[in-house]
């Protein structure tokens, strides 16, 4: 099977952070580049954090781009009360020894579309802002995409910033609303699914007893949004939303998908709501998203520890089987 070339639009974050881990160890994927987008953490951070978790893949020619830094129209609003005031679990690594590349994250989305029309896949894990600003820029570029991915949205979860609406469409609405109508089909990735992506106490034990320098990383970096959860919901462990996603366009067979008419509410009580119409009863049976609504659980965290440390299929295996999965 031809590999998928992918542009990853990040916001690290923790969960993000765990995302470019897996599709840098996934074979079946090519990580042209790695654009940032200001989300759970302002962009400057936010960038240096996109580097630490390249470095910590081993694949270090891969390169990162700074994209937007504000959302479109709303105030800026992050999330560092989830992810600590760093975007990573509060443990300030020291800054990377790489740097970020010159060119604009917009302009590298839109050119590396634009050279190999049909052939790039992105996958949006933040705020949708540099995606909207090239939607902008050039949207008979951008619908030569070969598809887009996102990690955003509820369609029946309840929200997790307010009753109906879920971060990254909640911090720039307007930007997910240009997207919804911008005639890309997208593939949403939304709460109905991720919240099942829970990394329990048992497996992040299971990752801490790998005892080397990847697992301590995640170890140490989930220490704050396991806090978080138990804070917030008492959720014992922490949900990991953005790497289902990557998880997803490897394997689509993990999810269950519907197609939907996906509108945004830009503005009031419900903003960054994702009225989600099943069938586009509404639209006359016009489509334009694929909206996932069931998920397998355990295959997810064998793809994902499976991919992250090879060398313990065996005691993944093992612990999988003892875990419980709703
Ligand atoms: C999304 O918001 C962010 O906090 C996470 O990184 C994820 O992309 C979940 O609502
Ligand atoms: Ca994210």
């Known amino acids: 099977m031809a590999k998928e070339r992918l542009i990853m639009d990040v916001d690290p974050g923790i969960d993000d952070s765990l995302a470019i881990l897996l599709a840098l160890k996934s074979p079946e994927i090519i990580v042209e580049g790695i654009t940032v987008v200001s989300g759970n953490v302002e962009l400057h951070q936010a960038t240096k954090n996109a580097m630490k978790a390249v470095d910590m893949s081993g694949a270090w020619e891969t390169k990162v781009y700074k994209g937007m830094a504000l959302p479109l129209v709303k105030e800026y609003i992050d999330a560092t009360d989830t992810h600590g005031t760093d975007g990573i679990g509060e443990n300030y690594f020291p800054v990377p020894s790489r740097t970020h590349e010159e060119e604009h994250a917009v302009d590298f989305i839109l050119n590396t579309v634009r050279n190999n029309p049909g052939e790039v896949t992105l996958l949006a894990l933040g705020p949708l802002t540099n995606i909207a600003a090239a939607i902008e820029k050039d949207v008979e570029t951008m619908r030569k995409v070969k598809k887009l991915v996102l990690m955003g949205g509820t369609a029946r979860h309840q929200g997790n910033c ?27 990735v939304g709460l109905d699914v991720t919240h099942k992506i829970v990394l329990t106490p048992n497996l992040r034990e299971l990752i801490n007893q790998f005892n080397n320098e990847l697992s301590r990383y995640i170890f140490n970096i989930t220490q704050f949004y396991v806090d978080f959860h138990w804070q917030q919901e008492r959720t014992l462990g922490c949900v990991i939303n953005d790497p289902l996603a990557v998880a997803i366009l490897v394997n689509p067979s993990l999810a269950q998908t519907r197609d939907a008419h996906v509108d945004i509410v830009t503005e009031g009580k419900a903003e960054g709501q994702s009225l989600v119409d099943f069938g586009g009863v509404w639209t006359d049976g016009k489509t334009n998203a694929k909206v996932c609504m069931d998920v397998d659980a355990r295959k997810f965290f064998e793809l994902f520890l499976g991919r992250l440390f090879p060398e313990h299929a065996d005691d993944i295996e093992l612990v999988l089987e003892k875990q419980c999965f709703k």
Do not use: R
């Open 162 to 188: 307010s009753a109906v609406a879920e971060y990254n469409f909640w911090v720039d609405p307007h930007a997910a609303e240009i997207l919804f109508s911008s005639g890309i089909e997208v593939t949403m």
